[in-house]
Structures are given as structure tokens and as C-alpha cells.
């Protein structure tokens, strides 16, 4: 079974703020990330965060990490319709360096 | 600067057939993934490169599917006598360290 979880649909009004939650269950891991997938495309790198920090901001993204509840959240302020996408959390435990994904949360930007 | 490429973007084949994929990764990078999503699936690893060497393949890598990577640049997986399971999206990840991996395009294979 996967070990990392994400709610599978999301939308949102443009203009609004996206929060996109992943649980993931290896205490051990090291970097946890955001991965952003447009339709027939690759994945790209949005963001990721070291296991001994809270938070990253980078424009308009905000990461959160709960180390002690294993809860990944990503946060997009000023939604556009740019932004609709599949959002993949992932996780690469210590000592790894295979991701391990989530089943990824379908975003929606509704006008 | 050019990302990672992946060739073809596209590949139908009949059942039974063989078909290679091309992965040429970030030119500094030396290390190199093959990852494989289904339809509603995120990725799932299947093997990885460091450099020429081939470190490490998943059980999801049957031994119809091979990977090399020569000269330590590009990469090639060929799966032989494809079935209609194996249609998926095949990516390539390339990195210089091991947690910033940058994705390649895909190869979509569909096995009729």
C-alpha cells in the first residue's frame, strides 16, 4: 500500500487560497516535496522541505510540516487558473533516495 | 539551460512486441531514475543509475524490462514481449543530489 495519503479532489474560486494536505507515514524521512503535474506532462519540482524545518514560503507557496502528526501541507495564495493540476506529495525516507508518492489531489480552479 | 528529454513522447505498439525509451538527463547530473504512473497513480520507482552503474531495480522491474546507461549520460529501457499491462507513463528523473530529482516529458506507451 502507498505510504504516503492525499485527499484525491480539491476546488477552488481563482483568486482564493489552495490548501492541499498529504499524511505520510516514515517517520524517518528526510525531504518531503510538492510536485505539480499538468495534463500528458512530466512532473515538475514545485517545492521541498528539509524534515528539521516548520515551514517554507517561496512566492505564492507556503509549505507546513507537522513532524509530529506526519502532516505535509501545501498552500497556494492567489489561486489562478494556471494552477489547475495534479499536486503529488512525496516523501525519500533517510538514507534513500527513492520518492515515494502519494496518489496526488486533482485541482480544480473554478472562475 | 534544457531540462530533462525523453524520447518518444509517444509509443503504441502491439502486444508482444519490443520497444525502447531514450532519457537523456540534465547534463551535470549523474544520477538518473526510471519511474513508472499509471492512470490515477502517482510514480512508482523502478530502477536508478549512478552514474553507468545501475544501483538498484524494483520487483516492479520483471525481467522483460532492462536498463542501461553506457556512458553514464543518457539512459535507454527496452521492455521486451510487451504486454497490455506495461501501458503507462514512463518518466526519467535525473539529479546531482539525490533529493532534488527533475523530471523528464514521459514516454506514454500504449500496448494494443
Known amino acids: 500500500g502507498e505510504d504516503v495519503e492525499q485527499s484525491l479532489f480539491l476546488s477552488v474560486r481563482e483568486g482564493d487560497s489552495s490548501v492541499i494536505n498529504c499524511t505520510y507515514t516514515d517517520s524517518s524521512s528526510t525531504y518531503l516535496y510538492w510536485y505539480k503535474q499538468e495534463p500528458g506532462a512530466g512532473l515538475q519540482l514545485l517545492t521541498y522541505?528539509?524534515?528539521?524545518?516548520d515551514m517554507k514560503q517561496d512566492q505564492r507557496l507556503t509549505v507546513l510540516l507537522n513532524k509530529k502528526d506526519k502532516h505535509l501541507s501545501l498552500r497556494i495564495a492567489d489561486t489562478q487558473t494556471g494552477d489547475s493540476a495534479i499536486y503529488f506529495c512525496a516523501e525519500i525516507p533517510s538514507n534513500d533516495y527513492k520518492l515515494s508518492f502519494g496518489a496526488g489531489t486533482t485541482v480544480t480552479v473554478r472562475a | 539551460d534544457t531540462g530533462v528529454s525523453q524520447d518518444p513522447r509517444h509509443k503504441i505498439t502491439k502486444r508482444g512486441q519490443n520497444v525502447t525509451f531514450r532519457c537523456d538527463p540534465i547534463?551535470?547530473?549523474?544520477?538518473l531514475y526510471w519511474y513508472r504512473q499509471t492512470l490515477g497513480q502517482g510514480p512508482e520507482f523502478l530502477t536508478y543509475f549512478q552514474n553507468e552503474a545501475q544501483l538498484e531495480k524494483s520487483r516492479l522491474l520483471s525481467d522483460r524490462f532492462s536498463a542501461e546507461r553506457p556512458k553514464g549520460s543518457f539512459s535507454t529501457l527496452e521492455i521486451q514481449r510487451t504486454e497490455q499491462g506495461d501501458s503507462a507513463m514512463y518518466l526519467c528523473?535525473?539529479?546531482?543530489?539525490?533529493?532534488?530529482?527533475?523530471f523528464g516529458p514521459g514516454t506514454r506507451l500504449t500496448v494494443t
Open positions: 522541505i528539509f524534515s528539521n524545518m
Open positions: 528523473a535525473s539529479s546531482s543530489k539525490n533529493y532534488e530529482q527533475y
Open positions: 547534463s551535470e547530473h549523474n544520477r
